[in-house]
């Protein structure tokens, strides 16, 4: 086999362990030493990051440890085997028509040039072939050979009806395309309508257009309406639930036959709480407290049971898997579960009884975990706290359920202290939230705060998610790995640190790189400066850029930012499919051992974190709508801000007084500017003049373009040009 080759010079932790577990899998037979292992990987990751990532291989049970310190792939997990010139990914489309594919196994993504995307889209799951001509290539390309997963099936379009031809001109970026339809598919809609079209046939010859049908009108009731179904569609998200699916819902009965409840664990009588947002309808966990006989505390970290109600390769399991999470738009929601469930059946509603899955810790007078159980419950909420009114109570010192609160407030600070002690990274960033009119329309754009009884509940849902991961991590030992659904996040780009931490010294900030701990220790100190000094929040987001993204998968390698070996998603299965599969893993794992299948569960992962991406997409893309929207009224006006980014075109300055963003151009400034290394700092080709990020400065609002989400500030004094040396 030939040395994979890495353009990087070091690969992350994750990345490491990918690429190494490839090379022995890829020559089953064979026994390898670490040494012939670090020259087949080709990087300068030195011999002790090639022997840890080794033991963490042998951990999850993927390679086996042989005589004279030698490794060999471990045959039960072999998966089936592949070209090493072809990898599966998921691609970025670029708006020329090229793409990236992002691969998992590889550092650097490959680019697809415009003629070898095939049909695929942003988005798309796909198989990519290297190319593997003569010449040398500076960087990986490929062409897709296959689509495996389409990331849109929907779009909007506008409908354009000639004769006995129909076609829809989609608005999303995502299909540069026209729609062909047919005549008798275009069902109600005429021409000139916004309509909802679904792909039915996808082109195998380039140059031919994708088939599709009209699935419904698009109605709104005014723009924004509009633009947020458009967000939900063009991301890949239903508006609607498909008839199979309500069909099934439909009949389900909120009420709780006795012999299900004498298979459970009986909660009813202990005192429980829910404490959620004010508007909140789907509550998925709920905190019961007990004061036991001998002074221990029992606390109850107890979560809907949605699996009760959605049995696998249903319709209902198969529209959840589909969407896989929940998106949270600015003005509303789009459910993984239809309303019934969500908001009734498996909400855990105060003054009913409800079915729960349940992690229960018992506590001693330090604060220690004494025991742990978990399994399947019934509850009975006492009591519904907004976040708010909860506080209240902590803050007064009486008050409805004040001793319940006071002591999970103060078991949860012990949590929190203990965890940030271990390795947990502080990162508090902002959120942005909005107040609207009667339609919609943003009056005004605040902060959301956190209050005791957001860590509070936090911490609990932080605890019950790693002690779940834990318990099947111990009862894997003495055998083979039990496959299971992990919360993964590796070590943050080390070029991307160096840059950073350069960055931060120019502010005064020394930021120590040189360990995983130091790096942890610094970001804490960071984000502890930057509570009694606002300048410093810019460092604390650029901080966050620096960091990989948290995924699912079956390969745990642990969760850097929360300093958690093994972390898992199990507290909000009403709005995560990965939660759903966590419950399904942990109940067929209580009395006995059960093993899913490692190469179908990873490939669930890949799916429910590619969904989850998008969900993010459609959330940032409705806040930016909501942004440029409320910042129409402005034009002309004068702000304060600080510059948040610096790019290819310009840079971004974010508003001091109202959080919105827009980007100031180069070309406004009179002059081309060099963009120096790492993105931190622009400067004047001719004047030398310097902006950098975190600068302060005076910006006016010079244009806003609601379709396009775009804004366009001047820096209020430009600068003096230099006359030419020439």
Request: with cysteine.
């Amino acid at each position: 086999m030939k040395k994979i080759k890495n353009k990087t010079k070091k690969l992350s932790s994750k990345k490491l362990q990918k690429v190494i577990k490839r090379i022995i899998w890829e020559n089953p037979n064979k026994q390898m030493n670490p040494k012939q292992i670090q020259k087949k990987v080709a990087s300068e990751n030195n011999i002790d990051s090639i022997l840890y990532a080794l033991e963490s291989l042998v951990k999850q049970g993927v390679i086996i440890p042989k005589d004279n310190y030698k490794f060999q792939a471990n045959k039960t997990f072999l998966p089936e085997p592949t070209s090493s010139l072809t990898y599966e990914g998921y691609v970025d489309m670029t708006r020329s028509g090229a793409g990236f594919v992002l691969v998992d196994e590889l550092e650097d993504d490959i680019y697809i040039p415009k003629k070898y995307m095939g049909s695929s889209m942003n988005g798309d799951r796909v198989k990519v072939a290297l190319f593997n001509g003569g010449r040398k290539r500076r960087k990986k390309e490929g062409r897709i050979i296959k689509v495996l997963e389409r990331a849109t099936k929907q779009f909007v379009a506008r409908l354009r009806v000639l004769n006995d031809v129909a076609v829809a001109f989609p608005e999303s970026d995502a299909l540069p395309v026209e729609i062909a339809i047919k005549k008798e598919d275009i069902r109600e809609a005429k021409d000139g309508d916004m309509v909802i079209v679904e792909i039915v046939k996808w082109p195998n010859k380039p140059n031919r257009p994708p088939v599709g049908r009209v699935k419904s009108v698009l109605l709104a009731n005014n723009e924004s309406d509009k633009e947020m179904q458009s967000i939900l569609i063009n991301n890949g998200f239903s508006l609607s639930f498909p008839d199979a699916v309500m069909e099934q819902v439909m009949p389900m009965s909120d009420k709780i036959p006795e012999e299900e409840i004498a298979k459970r664990r009986d909660f009813r009588s202990i005192t429980t709480l829910t404490i959620d947002p004010h508007d909140a309808k789907d509550f998925d966990d709920a905190l019961s407290y007990e004061k036991l006989k001998n002074g221990d505390v029992e606390i109850g970290v107890h979560i809907a049971d949605v699996t009760h109600f959605m049995a696998p390769d249903t319709p209902l399991d198969e529209e959840a898997y589909d969407r896989s999470t929940s998106v949270y738009l600015v003005d509303r929601v789009c459910p993984m579960l239809p309303e019934k469930l969500s908001n009734n059946l498996c909400s855990l509603r105060p003054n009913v009884d409800r079915l729960a899955f349940s992690a229960v810790f018992t506590f001693d007078e330090k604060m220690k975990i004494k025991k742990r159980w978990f399994g399947k419950t019934v509850i009975h909420s006492d009591k519904r706290f907004a976040y708010e009114d909860a506080q209240k109570v902590l803050d007064a010192g009486k008050g409805a359920y004040f001793t319940e609160l006071n002591t999970l407030n103060k078991i949860a600070e012990h949590l929190r202290k203990q965890r940030f002690k271990e390795g947990s990274i502080s990162f508090e960033t902002d959120e942005v939230k909005f107040k609207l009119d009667e339609n919609g329309k943003p009056i005004e754009i605040y902060l959301k705060t956190r209050k005791a009884t957001h860590l509070l509940v936090e911490d609990f849902m932080l605890l019950a998610n790693r002690e779940v991961a834990e318990y099947i991590e111990r009862k894997s030992k003495g055998g083979p790995k039990i496959p299971f659904v992990y919360r993964i996040h590796d070590l943050p780009d080390r070029d991307k640190l160096m840059d950073f931490a350069r960055f931060a010294g120019s502010m005064g900030v020394k930021f120590d790189i040189q360990t995983p701990k130091s790096i942890v220790e610094s970001f804490n100190k960071l984000s502890e400066q930057a509570e009694s000094n606002p300048e410093l929040k810019i460092l604390v987001l650029m901080g966050v850029r620096t960091m990989a993204k948290a995924v699912y998968s079956s390969d745990n390698i642990g969760h850097y930012g929360l300093g958690f070996e093994h972390y898992t998603h199990f507290t909000s299965p009403i709005r995560r499919y990965a939660d759903v599969l966590v419950h399904r893993l942990l109940a067929r794992n209580l009395d006995r051992i059960y093993r899913a299948d490692p190469k179908q569960l990873e490939q669930q992962c890949k799916h429910i974190s590619n969904q989850e991406r998008k969900a993010v997409d459609a959330e940032r893309q409705s806040v930016r709508y909501k942004q440029v929207e409320y910042l129409q009224q402005f034009v002309g006006h004068s702000f304060e801000g600080l510059i948040r980014g610096i790019g290819e075109r310009g840079f971004y300055v974010e508003l001091i007084e109202n959080f919105c963003d827009g980007m100031v151009s180069f070309e406004s400034l009179g002059e081309p500017f060099f963009i120096e290394r790492g993105r931190m700092q622009a400067r004047g080709k001719h004047t030398g003049r310097k902006f950098k990020m975190g600068d302060h400065l005076k910006v006016i609002v010079v244009a806003v373009n609601l379709e396009k989400r775009q804004v366009e500030f001047q820096v209020e004094e430009q600068p003096k040009r230099r006359k030419s040396r020439r």
